[in-house]
């Protein structure tokens, strides 16, 4: 299964940069994507961003993913 996160962009620096979720901070290869900039939302699949996005529809995705994590921490109480 492979699963990809938005994430936010928060520094760039050549054709790498740094987006957070939550607490976490990864770095991320930019390469695929022009015109990328700080604040952007971008969806991170293995270590790449590979696709932009508003931040409506990461806020929506974001939220779905937590929704289904908590429904999954139950199944093993």
Do not use: F
């Amino acid at each position: 299964m492979c699963l990809a996160i938005p994430m936010k962009v928060i520094e760039i620096n050549g054709y790498l940069g740094m987006a957070e979720v939550g607490r976490v901070k990864r770095e991320i290869n930019l390469m695929l994507l022009d015109d990328v900039k700080i604040g952007d939302y971008v969806i991170v699949h293995a270590g790449s961003a590979i696709q932009k996005l508003d931040e409506a529809e990461a806020e929506k995705t974001l939220s779905l993913l937590r929704e289904m994590v908590e429904k999954t921490d139950t199944l093993w109480e």
